[in-house]
Every structure is written in C-alpha cells, then in structure tokens.
C-alpha cells in the first residue's frame, strides 16, 4: 500500500484535494443517509400502520449503530489499513441501502439502516484522520472549512432531495439515492486513500467490551423505543433496564483490563474533556431532535409535501454551511464557553419560536426560525469539538476524538427517542382533554356541527348522513388540534435540552476563571 507522501510524489499538489473529494463525498453520503429519511416517516407510518415510535427508529437505529461501530474504528484501521477499510464501508453501506429499498418489512427496512449505520460509524473518524494526516499544518484550517461546508451544504440538501423524490418515486428511493455518489466516492478511494505512515500493531480485538457496548445501546433504544407501549414499570423494562446497567458497567470494568482496547478510559479523568463531552451529548439530543420533528411536523400539521417540508430546511443549512469556516475561526479567537452559550442561546431562541408554530405559520416564518436554530448550530458545533481537543494532550487527541463524536451521536439517537415520547404522550394527553369537551353543552362544537349539518344539506346529502359526517369532521379537528399542541411542546423540549448543555457550560467558564 502507498503512503500519502507515495502518492504525493506520483499525483502533486492535486493529490490532496483528490482524497478531500473522496473523503468528503464518503461523508456527505453518511449524512444524506442519516438527515434525508426524516422526510419519509409521515410516509413510512400511513404505509405499514405503524406509530413513531416505530418508524422513529429509522433515524435512530441508523444512529445507535453509528454509535457501537464508533468503538470498532481504531481497530479495524491498524488490522487492516485505511484504504482497506475505506472501501469496505462504502460497500457496507452500499449493502445496507439496497436492504432498505427491497425489504417488504418495517423491521427488515430498520436491519438495512443498522447496517448502514455501522458502515458510517466507522468511516467517520477515519476521515477526519486522514484528512489531518495528508494537509500540513498550514493548510489543515483551509481543507478542514471546505470539508464543514460540504457537510453543511449535505445537511441541507438532504431533506430538499429527499422530499422531491418521495413525491416523484415513492418514498422507498429515498435509500437509493446516496447509492452513485458513494460509488463515486468509492472509485476515488481505491486509487487515492492512502496507508497512515505509522501502523501501530492491532492487536486483540476485545470481543467482550464491544459486545458490552452493544448490549447497552441496544437495551437503551429498546427501552425508549417500546416503553410507552409496554409500560414504563412493565417487567420488560425493568429487565432490559437492569441488563443496560450491568452492560455499561461491565464495559467500564472491560475497559480498565489490560486486554480492553475500545476506549482510554483516561481521558475521563480529564474534568475539563468530560464536561465539553456533557455538552456535547445535550446538544446533540436537542439539534438532533429538532431535525427529525420539523419535517414530519410540517407534513402532518401543515399538510406540506414531502418536497416542501423538506426544502424548509435548505436556507438554513446553506447559510450555516457558507458559514462554518468564520466560526470555526471564532472558537480560536474566544473561549469557548462564550461561542457555545451564544450558540445554544440562538438555538433555544429558534426552538422556543418553533414551538408557536401551528397550521396557519407561513411558510418562510418557519424558514426563517429553522435558519436562525441553524446558526445556532454552525456556531457551537465547532467550538464543541475545539473545546474537546484541546483540552486533551496530543496522545490523546484520536481516542478523544472519538469519544466526542460517541456521544454526540448518542445523545442524538436517544434525543431523537426521547422527542418520539413526549410527542406521543403529550398528543394523547391534549387529545383526551379534547375530546372530553366536546358535548352537547360546547357551544362552540354546537355551531361547528351546525354549519357542518348546513353545508351537508345544501349539497343535497340525505339527513341520515350528517351526523356521521358531522362527529367524523369533529374528530379530525380534535385530531388536527391535539398533533398541533403535541408538536408545539416538542419544540419545547428541543429547547429544554439545549438547556440542559448550557449547565456544563457553565462549568466549563467557571474551570476557565479557577485558571486564571
């Protein structure tokens, strides 16, 4: 296998940018794959008669797995090389989304997606290593900007993409579409990814802290997933919620042998590196949140079309993507405490506007409250990361890369659980306390079904049929009512849980003043 230096010396300067290509469309598909389903899962429940609590896990298993195969990473590169692994996960995901689009069953779609998920869990970190391996230090800041802006211009286009071939095609195609970019992504990394300088020695795989780690992701979204369903003190709770207790401190014990090799635990000994990774987790579960609930709000409150629920979050992304090399910028210029409460702070802001929206919101109002959360983003999400590393001494920058991006990814999944909860609970809950007003002595539901019984009869339909119409109309008002209230305390929660981040960042500021 070639280094990069081989190859520099082959291909020139342009040899740089020919990995960035390859590393950035691998990248853009795993976020395409990730962000583009939520505007299926209207589509995904009407199809299989299935709630969100359901079809919520085709954004969340994808996640989850992300998370466990995060772990395998570092492994699997010194065993079998970059270029190696490089490849196989473009096909891994390749794999996973061609199950996704033939599967006649909702759970063999979801098996498609942890597939995927484990194909980008670990090409993640795999790229952002590469691409600090090849650029010298005087140019990682330029490759790193446009690498962020081909991200955010992905998380953009997602949605607008996806939407426009869900009302064109069907719904289905929405796994498809990555599928020739990451061939393309593949060609580029056959002949260009190159073998790191230095291949440490692999190892054992620890076999018994993966599978630890994997019992305890899977029991967790297991949990959130059914609990509303089966009973929050049910026996099947209490039994998996034992089972992810003792999985996660059988991980921690796995991980001080000396055989463990997932995780340096010794990061967390850092105070500074476990209050960033706090933040990290809570912002991840609010931003996350926010980016499934608003296409599937707009579609089943305001009655949007997969391509215009979708194109709400294209301003958005767009701007944020042209900016995320100035903010990158600002979290060198100020401490980081300071970008990360003005970020969460724009955040909670847009979420706390969102959470007013209802049928009658214009179309660029919601725009403009999305774009405003989405700087809010721009602005903490490189600060976060920044804040991470550079908290850590240079050894052990890779393992808290990592482990930054771990918990980012799974306080997004179980953000994305916890919305699905709220969702159903506080629907049912103005639902009932609808539905119990309506009576005889309601004026107001007196005049509707007044008017109703009005229109009917001038339409000539027979007597006998208007009060069926009329109790059926009142339903679905009740109905339209009921999801509107339920998706506006949502937002609220988006909110809430940006708000939660904000209190390790204030432990961070108050670490920086003892500094001092």
């Known amino acids: 296998m070639s280094t990069s230096d081989d190859l520099y010396a082959r291909y020139g300067p342009i040899y740089r940018w020919l990995v960035t290509t390859a590393a950035l469309l691998a990248f853009f598909v795993m976020v395409f794959a990730s962000s583009m389903v939520n505007v299926a899962i209207p589509n995904v429940m009407g199809t299989f008669g299935v709630g969100q609590d359901k079809a919520q896990f085709l954004t969340s298993a994808f996640l989850a797995t992300t998370v466990a195969s995060l772990l395998a990473n570092t492994w699997l590169i010194a065993r079998f090389g970059q270029p190696i692994i490089f490849q196989a996960c473009i096909i891994i995901f390749v794999i996973g989304s061609f199950i996704s689009t033939f599967s006649p069953t909702l759970d063999m779609i979801i098996f498609g997606r942890i597939v995927q998920g484990f194909g980008a869990g670990v090409i993640q970190p795999l790229i952002m290593v590469l691409l600090f391996d090849i650029f010298p230090a005087d ?9 962020s802006m081909g991200v955010g211009f992905a998380l953009g286009l997602a949605p607008a993409l996806g939407g426009v071939v869900i009302d064109l095609l069907g719904w289905r195609y929405v796994f498809l579409i990555p599928i020739p970019v990451a061939l393309l992504s593949l060609v580029l990394g056959v002949f260009f990814i190159p073998e790191r300088k230095s ?8 076999y018994l802290g993966y599978a630890l780690m994997c019992s305890f992701v899977f029991c967790l979204m297991t949990i959130l997933g059914n609990g509303q369903r089966w009973g929050w003190a049910s026996n099947d709770v209490a039994l998996l919620s034992a089972l992810m207790v003792f999985s996660l401190l059988g991980f921690v014990y796995s991980q001080r042998r000396p055989k463990g090799n997932l995780m340096d635990l010794s990061v967390f000994r850092n105070l500074r590196f476990c209050t960033v990774i706090c933040i990290s987790f809570f912002y991840g579960m609010g931003s996350f949140a926010q980016n499934y609930a608003f296409p599937v709000f707009s579609q089943i409150v305001q009655g949007y079309t997969p391509t215009l629920a979708g194109s709400l979050l294209l301003p958005g992304a767009i701007i944020a993507a042209l900016l995320l090399p100035f903010t990158g910028r600002l979290a060198d210029r100020f ?3 300071v970008i990360i409460f003005t970020g969460q702070f724009i955040f909670i802001g847009s979420a706390l506007a969102l959470a007013d929206a209802d049928v009658n919101t214009a179309f660029w109002v919601i725009a403009f409250y999305l774009l405003v959360g989405r700087l809010g983003i721009a602005l903490t999400s490189p600060c976060v990361n920044s804040a991470a590393l550079a908290a850590l001494p240079p050894d052990r920058i890779n393992a808290g890369a990592g482990i930054v991006n771990l918990f980012l990814m799974l306080g997004g999944s179980t953000g994305i659980s916890a919305l699905v909860i709220v969702l159903e609970r506080r629907i049912q809950l103005h639902g009932d306390a609808f539905t119990a007003t309506q009576n005889a002595g309601n004026d107001a539901t007196r005049a509707m079904i007044g008017e ?6 001038a339409e000539g339909i027979p007597n006998a049929a208007h009060d069926p119409i009329a109790l059926n109309y009142l339903g679905n008002v009740v109905e339209a009512q009921a999801n509107t209230l339920g998706f506006q305390d949502g937002f609220m929660w988006t909110a809430l849980a940006a708000c939660i981040s904000l209190v390790p960042a204030t432990l961070l500021m108050l670490q920086r003043h003892r500094r001092k």
């Open 452 to 457: 109703v019984h009005r229109v009917l009869g």
């Open 335 to 337: 401490p980081p405490h």
């Open 139 to 147: 140019k990682r800041g330029i490759a790193m900007g446009f690498f």
């Open 199 to 206: 291949r440490g020695p692999a190892g054992n795989f620890d």
